[in-house]
């Protein structure tokens, strides 16, 4: 049993079963409470079912500072309360995860002057779910190497690249819930109209406009984080109003997501790649 807390200040502490922070009990890391909405008609037996959504996360952890001296144990103390500080959002990773959290209170429950005292920490989760440290990364479509050092090059010529041949592939969210993900278009020369299609729902993300080589857009699905930015050398500018009408943030839906990417103009000088986090209820 172990965890790390790391704050929006960059500081971090772990705790497990060793000194100076042993850390005896989590709670909360395995379930998470959910809110049902329901109907009810006059005389009507039971309910109508609408929907339900997951609520806050509540994480909290028990333990002991273990200090040979009053002194020392005094340190840790004041250690421990500056990271776990309730004014800084932070990150708690265990078991592989992490989640964003904000500390609702953090103390000790006995006096300073003791060598060992306790803590506890109520920890809350505004999103319920706990994600992977590492975005993954899936390559649409892009140029596969064919050559490796050291390098010899046959009077006859090699092939030093091979596109990726299909337009359609499989991405595999491992997770337990569907997740935004960002989409990047990146052009190689002129491209027009590039396009990015779910074929398991029929949804699609189209931008109506001409890419110049060396031009990326990207598009951020995340729930409460949806935007469209173009990035051309290091300038960055608002580029929503380049989304076809008819498009819509798609999330990765858990399990094989089969996507197409198309371009009306120059598709084989596009490039797409997709970044995402894989969410999951519990740990």
């Known amino acids: 049993m172990e965890l790390t807390y790391t704050n929006a200040g960059s500081e971090s502490i772990t705790l497990k079963q060793s000194r100076p922070y042993f850390l005896t009990k989590i709670d909360g890391t395995g379930n998470v409470r959910q809110t049902v909405n329901t109907f009810k008609a006059p005389e009507q037996d039971g309910a109508f079912y609408i929907s339900s959504t997951l609520d806050m996360r509540n994480i909290t952890l028990e333990g002991t500072v273990i200090a040979d001296t009053p002194d020392e144990a005094y340190t840790r103390r004041q250690r421990f309360l500056q990271i776990f500080s309730p004014k800084l959002r932070g990150t708690l990773l265990y078991r592989g995860r992490q989640i964003a959290c904000v500390v609702e209170e953090a103390g000790f429950t006995v006096s300073t002057r003791q060598r060992m005292p306790n803590f506890f920490v109520s920890l809350l989760c505004p999103s319920p779910f706990f994600e992977t440290p590492d975005e993954v990364r899936q390559e649409l479509a892009s140029w596969i190497p064919l050559f490796g050092f050291a390098l010899e090059i046959p009077e006859s010529g090699m092939e030093l690249g091979m596109r990726q041949p299909s337009q359609i592939i499989t991405v595999d969210n491992i997770g337990d819930v569907p997740c935004g993900c960002e989409i990047v278009f990146r052009a190689l020369g002129t491209v027009a ?31 409460a984080g949806k935007r469209v930015v173009r990035v051309d050398g290091s300038t960055e500018t608002n580029a929503f109003s380049l989304l076809d009408t008819g498009s819509a943030f798609f999330q990765l839906t858990a399990g094989v997501n089969t996507l ?24």
């Not at 299609?197 to 729930?223: C, K, P, W």
């Not at 371009?263 to 894989?278: C, D, G, K, Q, T």
């Open 193 to 223: 109209n590039p396009e990015l299609l779910n074929i398991d729902t029929g949804e699609y993300i189209r931008l109506l406009t001409t890419m110049s080589a060396g031009e990326e857009l990207r598009i951020y699905t995340h729930f």
């Open 260 to 283: 197409r990417y198309d371009a009306s103009v120059n598709m084989e000088l596009l490039e797409v790649s997709i970044f995402y986090r894989p969410q999951f209820l519990g740990v």
